[in-house]
């Protein structure tokens, strides 16, 4: 595949950042040269925003590539990869941008490094339209590890919109191959827990009702399962600016997770936001599938496209209901003309034979990745 440049659209489905991200970790992982056109086309602000650019920025110089076209507004970027190397490097969106989709770009290719990795990413830890910090290190990582790695995160600072004036360190080292995974055994709720927090100026009495809101919530429901919500004020060396949310995971016999989450707004209710992330975390319980749709995304992501590694994988299963099916079906067919024809990671989907309830169409996503090997190692 050397040599050849892939062109890529960035417009197509939803026409959002998730393209480019894919479609840049791939290219540093592949070696691959890029182009993306159309740049977030389906966007009321088309083309690269400051979060997108720090990310751009930052897989050029893991691999010591070369960017064109890398400008605030920007519609159409190249880029040409070289080798991907550990070592310390910094993103800094200057905005509430998140640090978790700086996060989602980087860590493919450090995997693949030479050598081992910090990344210091600057910006919001939780933002709107991005996983918050907490969806990262109580959800994404534990299930993320089960292909075969490990990743240190640690928080030095929480920043908020608008402000931004976050920061997380990653540490991690770079493995030769990942390991496959199989989700398919989705086992029964053991325990709900989550944590509920206030920054700034906001009393801790409205941590304390987004919490108990929640909790009413989840109990309408799941009347004999413990839920321990607990409200917590972020101290000012923690915290920069003004902020609150909530975050509520679910916890499986068989170890899946479930999340439901939401952060404050001015002049919303802060009962309204605990009901807000207590019913997503109940929706994300009823489709019967053994990932919530966050993490449906994230890990169709990795199996089909590479915005997480294990679209590497040998085989790879995750279990999927149809409610939030389509969503998955969505992104991985944004990414078919990049991932799919040039990884040349297979797919199957199947109905379930095992689901109990007719009612729920349950189907088995097998993806058969490319199995990259780490070069340097």
């Known amino acids: 595949m050397e040599g050849q440049r892939v062109e890529v659209d960035g417009g197509i489905m ?3 950042g998730q393209i480019l991200r894919v479609s840049t970790a791939l290219s540093c992982l592949l070696g691959l040269p890029l182009r993306v056109q159309k740049i977030r086309a389906g966007r009321s602000t088309p083309g690269l925003r400051p979060q997108h650019l720090s990310g751009l920025e930052m897989v050029r110089d893991l691999c010591d590539g070369h960017l064109e076209g890398a400008e605030i507004g920007s519609t159409e970027i190249t880029f040409t990869p070289e080798k991907i190397r550990g070592g310390i490097h910094t993103a800094d969106t200057k905005t509430a941008g998140s640090v978790c989709l700086l996060m989602q770009v980087s860590m493919p290719c450090v995997l693949f490094a030479a050598s081992p990795s910090e990344l210091r990413l600057k910006g919001g830890t ?4 991005a996983p918050q910090i907490d969806y990262t290190l109580m959800v994404f990582k534990p299930i993320v590890e089960k292909f075969g790695f490990k990743f240190n995160c640690d928080i030095k600072m929480r920043g908020y919109y608008p402000k931004g004036g976050g920061e997380v360190i990653v540490r991690m080292s770079p493995v030769k191959q990942l390991d496959p995974i199989n989700l398919t055994d989705r086992g029964s709720v053991t325990k709900i827990y989550g944590r509920a927090f206030v920054a700034g100026v906001l009393p801790l009495k409205v941590a304390k009702d987004m919490a108990a809101a929640a909790v009413r919530c989840i109990r309408k429901e799941m009347r004999d399962l413990y839920v321990s919500i607990q409200p917590l004020q972020e ?14 995971v679910a916890e ?5 997770l479930f999340a439901g989450s939401s952060l404050g707004k001015r002049g919303v209710n802060a009962d309204k936001v605990g009901i807000e992330a207590a019913e997503m975390l109940l929706a994300n319980l009823r489709h019967g599938g053994t990932v919530d749709e966050y993490l449906q995304d994230q890990v169709m992501a990795m199996a089909s496209t590479g915005s997480k590694p294990s679209f590497l994988l040998d085989w790879n299963i995750i279990m999927l209901n149809t409610n939030v099916f389509s969503c998955a079906i969505k992104y991985s067919d944004t990414f078919v003309s990049f991932s799919w024809s040039q990884c040349k990671a297979k797919f199957t989907v199947k109905k379930s034979e095992e689901e109990e309830d007719a009612s729920k169409d349950t189907y088995i996503i097998e993806c058969e990745g490319i199995g990259m090997a780490n070069p340097h190692l």
């Open 126 to 129: 939780n933002a709107e339209m």
């Open 252 to 256: 499986t016999s068989t170890g899946c």
């Open 14 to 16: 939803e026409g959002g």
């Open 235 to 248: 101290s000012r060396d923690q915290a920069f600016g003004n902020g609150s949310g909530i975050i509520i």
